[in-house]
């Protein structure tokens, strides 16, 4: 089991960039492969984008490709998402979960451990 925190949300303008973190406790994270989940209001969760447990590998959602890169520190225990040319539709409180699963999952079944979520707000 991994405990996850998210930090770096907030309030941006549509176009501009930034990017949240999440924080993991305990020595295993580095086996651990990583997702991004959002879930704007009123709608489900969805998935953003995962990557491998090496960092070598990624997967992300037709909506963000090209737009978002996710990445892995294992030596400082972190899992990012460069968000940039933001939209509004972007809006969403952004959760990153973590999985055993070798093949990168898109549902949320597949990931055992989550955090609290960090709020992004994207103006127009």
């Known amino acids: 089991q991994v405990q996850l925190v998210e930090s770096g949300g907030g309030l941006v303008q549509a176009g501009s960039s930034l990017r949240v973190s999440c924080a993991a406790s305990g020595r295993t994270f580095s086996t651990y492969a990583m997702g991004w989940f959002r879930q704007a209001p009123g709608k489900e969760r969805e998935f953003v984008a995962a990557?491998?447990?090496?960092?070598?590998?990624?997967r992300y959602s037709d909506s963000v490709n090209g737009r978002f890169t996710i990445s892995k520190d294992n030596a400082k225990n972190t899992l990012y998402l460069q968000m940039n040319s933001l939209k509004v539709e972007d809006t969403a409180v952004y959760y990153c979960a973590a999985t055993r699963y070798l093949v990168l999952p898109t549902t949320e079944s597949a990931y055992n451990d989550w955090g609290q979520g960090t709020q992004v707000t994207v103006s127009s």
């Open positions: 990557i491998s447990w090496g960092g070598r590998t990624t």
